[in-house]
């Protein structure tokens, strides 16, 4: 009996192999298609061994046909079994990786860096850090740029790698900003009440090191980036294609069809 299953459902796949082939396109409701191939429930486990014949045809179905939604009246369109499933990857340059990693953290890093070189009467500067003004968008930004790159070069994906060089193009501007703020750089004496004394003119003191080193930092990784962006891609090979072994998928075919034989061999009266 399971041997009956099993031909009439190789024969509903391949009828449905030609019309697909036929027409370019099918589409059909889950409960005809069901039963051309000899079934009349539409139990989880009996559409995924329609699934698994569609499979080994070559076809499958959108939505897939052993999804929980799946009822009757569905309506499923048949495509070829690898359409849409194998993404293109690409070979993701290291050294542009290794660029875009290290801006990304050397950028993130000027957040803690001195802000202001001090300089003639101010032997110390308070709160000298874009972290203490409650600037973290350096932060913010250097720590996306260093896990975008590494997520886009072990995932080899290409759009992951433009959002590297984004990232970049805003962290350059952002250090761009923050170099021609003299507001950040504009010191005033500390009063007995330990507030700055801004009644008198403000000095406007040099660059501190944290902007030279958020500069490096953003143009390392826009570079990195970049070159990220220019990787080669490449061809997905069949072991890396999402498929079913069709071996294992039909062993699984046959023991489901069994088992569903075997329900409905126990429901007749023993004579």
């Known amino acids: 009996m399971g041997d009956l299953v099993e031909t009439v459902g190789e024969d509903a796949a391949q009828h449905y192999r030609r019309k697909l082939d036929e027409a370019g396109t099918l589409r059909v409701r889950a ?3 069901m039963s051309a191939f000899g079934f009349t429930d539409m139990a989880r486990e009996t559409r995924e061994s329609v699934a698994d014949m569609l499979w080994e ?6 939505p897939p046909l052993g999804g929980s939604r ?3 009246r569905s309506k499923l369109k048949l495509m070829p079994a690898n359409a849409g499933l194998v993404e293109a990857r690409y070979a993701i340059n290291p050294v ?3 660029m875009a990693v290290v801006g990304g953290l050397l950028f993130a890093l000027a957040s803690f860096l001195p802000l202001d070189e001090p300089g003639g009467a101010f032997a110390r500067v308070q709160s000298n850090s874009l972290i203490q003004h409650s600037e973290w968008w350096l932060l913010i930004v250097g720590a996306a740029i260093f896990v975008v790159a590494l997520r886009s070069y072990t995932s080899g994906q290409r759009k992951q790698a433009t959002s590297v060089l984004v990232l970049s193009v805003i962290a350059v501007g952002m250090a761009i ?6 507001g950040l750089r504009t010191l005033y004496p500390i009063g007995l009440s330990g507030e700055p004394e801004e009644t008198g003119a403000g000095t406007v003191v040099p660059l501190g090191i944290a902007i030279y080193v958020a500069g490096a930092g ?3 990784a826009l570079l990195g980036g970049w070159t990220m ?6 061809t997905a090979s069949e072991d890396e294609a999402t498929q079913r072994c069709p071996t294992a998928q039909r062993q699984s075919s046959r023991q489901r069809a069994s088992a569903s034989t075997a329900d409905i061999d126990s429901t007749s009266p023993d004579e």
């Open 177 to 182: 900003y923050v170099a021609q703020n003299t």
């Open 229 to 234: 962006r220019t990787s080669e891609i490449v």
């Open 96 to 98: 542009g990786t290794a």
């Open 218 to 220: 953003a143009l390392l």
């Open 70 to 72: 799946i009822r009757r």
């Open 31 to 33: 409960g005809e298609l």
């Open 57 to 62: 045809a070559g076809l499958r179905t959108e």
